[in-house]
């Protein structure tokens, strides 16, 4: 190259001297010969060896000229590559290009540099790449399930410095004798689950196509027990009366466990530590004693609320559905009762009569069962109401009682320490009577009942006979029917696992226990669950499916389905609906009370609960459908259940489909009957990608993509990928897009679901929200993670997608970060900092700047109307107009002046008029309607309210 550059320059300086002046016979006024065009020099740099880029390599031709300073166009051509290689550039035209190019070996590139005059220079370079190997990250979700239980074998940190696409190769190396699970599986993710107790070992095989890596993970033992190590020791726990919160200390946080949740909320609380833990019957709240003070906590939202001091130091206190606590044990030796208002701290004493007490509040919450640890043995009860103890009477007999004691379930009886079981009645005669009495047990530590089975859980006395074993007893005749033993910590090797506390399930056969890895110098802290025996008899309550809320207006009936709830044993099933509250009495009817379905009609504004007590005979389950009703049809309310982690909207279907954190599910929810329905998944999903014609959906999991047909609300396609979860679209061939989330770069990946094919386009900057054109088989894909933002743009009718072109566009990832959005008619594109351009398959017109909003805003969410000429607009920030912040904004579609701003309706929640802010907007597929989501804030547990405007015909 130097050479070519050296001899181009003698060249031209020849030329300057043989066509300079000096003397000769022409005439002096004649004009001067123009100078002849010389060809520019061509410099693609030296050649050179580097390993693959996951983004490409560069190359460089900025060192290319011509003598007549003339401005060169570039072309860059691959002239031979290792067989199969199929490299690319990014821009073939730039003058410093990346080579995409995944396989290792030599490139032999040309560079051609032309002038305006079409005169061209050459030079050659040579490349040699050189292959890393990948490295594998092995994990699983639990390394010690029970049997039947699923755990996802999980690859996606894996890393490859190439970029290249990978496969993953599960195998299991080592298992029990007689195990049905398979020896191999494929892909980033798999979920398993076992049959057989034992150890069982897989080993990981990661290949880029180039070099193969293996790695063994640790053994997983499956046994009757699903075995999670706590990530610091427990301390006072609380169970919700009548099963299913499950609070624990752990240090200086507490731990709310819910029935079936694989992994606790965690809460920090004030306070020099938490003595005593309380959850209130309905399951929303928890109090907490520590030295001196009660501390409140919303377990919906997983905050404190507040914390106020008390007297003397709360060792044993209940808290009541209201937020009043009341506390019978002070640690001090004091008598007094004291009842704490979480609202405002104030504070209730009333004298007592007995030292060391405790109290036990049933699942009714308006009374309080008393025991106190003197002699003679004594058992009371209170009725509590507004902070007041009032009418106690104790148990004619409390000998046996000693001071502790466990309530059932169902509030029907009660374990004592001593082993008397007695029954708890609102009837004097029979309350606080003796049932019948366990003998040779000692004292009890830890008791709970199955209303299932219908026997006792208890652990026994502190030794370690008893503490590595829960005894069962039969609740109709108390005989011992068998033990439940413990496992070993890290399944068939370490320290025996010791029962600390135990907690059935009044809903399934399941048992929650709290573990300790020693009896007295423990170290580990785990919390188990185990499947109970299913006694020849019992019977499970059936499983109730129905929406968690509903809307509509006044005059206008709504129905609530729960026709998809089952029974486990396929008894028949009577269902009973009442309305359990309404702004005022008689302001509504219910239509089929004793169906599945029900339809009821409001008669007033305002908020209703619609109660369901479904009866197998044996069992009965209740659950509460919150209805939010509106004055009119012109603007109602609908609450989402959860977190929700995307959610997008289709207009032919008028159907909201969205996803909540936690749940292996999409929900999709029609915005003119609000029937939702529930469509299972085989683990969480994170985007959502609705299909230019709305019909179907793709949904974005790990390792997994999946296909939704919103009419039958079915998985009807599913394909494995070897990347993580992204932002997803679908285009109207039936293929979905997604860009992986995790790294800096990768592939966008694209699966035809027809055809079953994967295809991979690379070099996209992770974290790219993507986004399909309306009209047109074109996906743009905006950066998030660099400043400015990238705008790409792909043409999807070929596999794999070819990239079409980029655009820096300006976007402060900082700020609100890069989103797009398209006119119906797919004309224009707005950016989120305001920017309208124009949108074309003619380059020349493609992504001109047209205008700009003058209200210097960043957008949250947009959306177009051609009916109405508008752009509706989610104002995440706006630098001129502050007022307009989380509100919406319409702007005209041809002069982007700003028409109005939409004043978002307060969100009646609990008798409490919530202000919200706007989240995401569509419209209707007439225009006429929006549907706005918005967002509280978290002033609620379920923060997250759809605005439905003008939609109801």
Not at 49 to 54: D, G, K, M, R
Not at 246 to 253: G, I, T
Not at 299 to 312: M, N, R, Y
Request: with cysteine; charged share 20%.
């Amino acid at each position: 190259m130097a050479k070519q550059r050296l001899a181009a320059a003698i060249a031209a300086l020849m030329w300057v001297a043989a066509c300079g002046g000096g003397g000769g016979s022409g005439s002096g006024t004649s004009a001067p010969a123009s100078s002849p065009n010389q060809a520019p020099v061509s410099a693609a740099g030296e050649s050179f060896s580097a390993h693959i880029e996951a983004d490409g390599t560069p190359l460089d031709g900025s060192q290319s000229w011509d003598p007549d300073s003339d401005a060169l166009s570039f072309e860059w051509v691959i002239v031979s590559e290792p067989e199969g290689a199929g490299a690319q550039f990014n821009d073939a035209t730039d003058v410093r290009p990346k080579l995409q190019a995944r396989a290792p070996g030599t490139y032999e590139i040309e560079l051609t540099v032309t002038d305006p005059a079409g005169a061209s220079g050459h030079d050659t370079i040579v490349v040699s790449l050189e292959n890393d190997a990948p490295e594998p990250k092995a994990a699983v979700s639990l390394s010690m399930p029970a049997l039947g239980e699923d755990i996802e074998l999980t690859a996606v940190e894996t890393t490859d410095i190439n970029g290249q696409p990978l496969t993953y190769t599960w195998t299991l190396e080592t298992a029990p004798a007689g195990v049905m699970v398979g020896t191999t599986y494929d892909g980033v993710i798999q979920t398993t689950s076992f049959d057989v107790e034992g150890a069982y070992g897989f080993s990981l095989t990661v290949s880029d196509g180039y070099d193969t890596v293996t790695v063994d993970i640790p053994v997983i033992f499956a046994s009757k027990f699903s075995v999670r190590k706590l990530p610091v020791g427990f301390g006072a726990m609380g169970v919700q009366p009548g099963g299913g919160r499950l609070v624990v200390r752990l240090q200086r946080q507490i731990a709310i466990f819910d029935e079936g949740v694989r992994e606790p909320k965690l809460v920090s609380v004030p306070g020099d530590g938490v003595i005593g833990v309380a959850v209130s019957p309905n399951g929303h709240l928890a109090a907490l004693g520590s030295y001196h003070a009660v501390t409140f906590v919303d377990l919906d939202k997983a905050e404190v609320v507040a914390t106020w001091p008390v007297g003397a130091s709360p060792v044993n206190l209940v808290v009541s559905d209201e937020g009043i606590a009341y506390i019978t044990d002070q640690r001090d030796g004091s008598t007094d009762l004291v009842s704490v208002n979480m609202e405002n701290g104030e504070s209730i004493t009333t004298p007592g009569r007995y030292p060391d007490s405790r109290g036990y509040m049933p699942p009714s919450g308006d009374k309080l069962y008393f025991m106190a640890n003197v002699s003679p043995d004594v058992l009371g009860r209170y009725t509590i109401s507004d902070g007041v103890f009032s009418d106690y009477r104790e148990a004619a007999d409390a000998s046996g009682t000693c001071g502790t004691g466990w309530i059932s379930g169902d509030g029907s009886a009660m374990l004592t320490n001593c082993g008397r079981v007695v029954r708890l009645s609102d009837d004097p005669a029979t309350d606080m009577t003796t049932i019948g009495k366990i003998y040779n047990l000692g004292a009890v530590q830890s008791a709970t009942y199955s209303p299932i089975t219908k026997y006792w859980y208890v652990l026994g006395p502190p030794n370690d006979a008893y503490q590595s074993k829960i005894l069962v007893y039969d609740s109709r005749n108390f005989e011992l029917i068998h033990t439940i033993e413990m496992p070993l910590e890290h399944g068939s090797s370490g320290n025996q696992l010791v029962v600390r506390d135990i907690i059935a399930s009044q809903t399934d056969l399941s048992l929650r226990i709290l573990a300790t890895d020693h009896l007295t110098m423990n170290v580990d802290h785990y919390i188990l669950v185990t499947a109970l025996e299913y006694p020849a008899g019992a019977n499970l309550p059936p499983e109730v499916s129905v929406q968690k809320y509903s809307a509509t207006y006044a005059g206008k009936a709504v129905t609530v389905d729960a026709s998809d709830t089952l029974d486990p044993e396929g008894l028949p099933l009577t269902y009973s609906w009442r309305v359990a509250a309404e702004p005022s009495p008689g302001w509504a009817t219910l239509e089929n009370a004793d169906t599945a379905v029900v339809r009821m009609t409001p008669a007033m504004e305002g908020e209703y609960t619609l109660e369901l007590t479904v009866s197998d005979g044996v069992h009965k389950v209740v659950r509460q459908i919150g209805v939010l009703v509106s004055p009119g049809k012109d603007a109602v309310f609908y609450r989402l259940p959860g977190d929700i982690l995307d959610a997008e909207y289709s207009k032919p279907l008028s159907t909201l489909a969205y996803i909540v954190d936690g749940e292996s599910s999409i929900h999709l929810v029609n915005l003119l009957t609000f029937k939702e329905e529930i469509v299972p998944l085989e683990r969480q999903a994170y985007r959502i990608g609705i299909g230019p014609d709305g019909l179907q959906a793709a949904l974005s999991l790990s390792g997994l993509l999946n296909l939704v047909d919103l009419q039958t609300a079915k998985v009807v396609d599913s394909a494995p990928t070897a990347w993580d979860w992204g932002d997803i679209v679908l285009d109207r061939n039936g293929r979905a897009h997604m860009n992986t989330e995790r790294g800096n770069t990768g592939p966008l990946v694209t699966v035809d679901f027809g055809s079953d094919q994967v295809s991979l386009n690379y070099s996209v900057s992770l974290g790219t929200l993507l986004r399909m054109h309306p009209l047109e088989n074109w996906i743009y894909g905006v950066t998030t993670r660099q400043t400015p933002a990238i705008l790409r743009k792909w043409d999807a009718t070929t596999l794999p997608v070819q990239s079409i072109r980029s655009e820096t566009i300006g976007v402060d990832k900082d700020e609100l970060g890069g989103n797009i959005w398209f006119s119906e008619d797919g004309q224009r594109m707005l950016t989120a900092t305001g920017k309208l351009f124009t949108v074309s398959g003619n380059d020349s017109e493609d992504l001109l700047l047209d205008k700009t909003i003058q209200d210097g805003i960043f957008a949250a969410w947009a959306d177009h109307s051609s009916e109405t000429g508008e752009w509706a607009v989610v104002i995440g920030n706006s630098a001129n107009v502050p007022s307009l912040n989380g509100k919406v904004a319409f702007y005209d579609d041809q002069t982007l002046t700003r028409k109005s701003a939409a004043e978002l309706r307060d969100v009646p929640i609990g008798g409490t008029l919530y202000p919200v802010l706007a989240a995401r907007i569509f419209y209707s597929e007439d225009g006429s309607g929006q549907v706005i989501m918005t967002s509280n804030l978290g002033a609620t547990a379920d923060p997250i309210t759809v605005q439905v405007l003008n939609l109801l015909k």
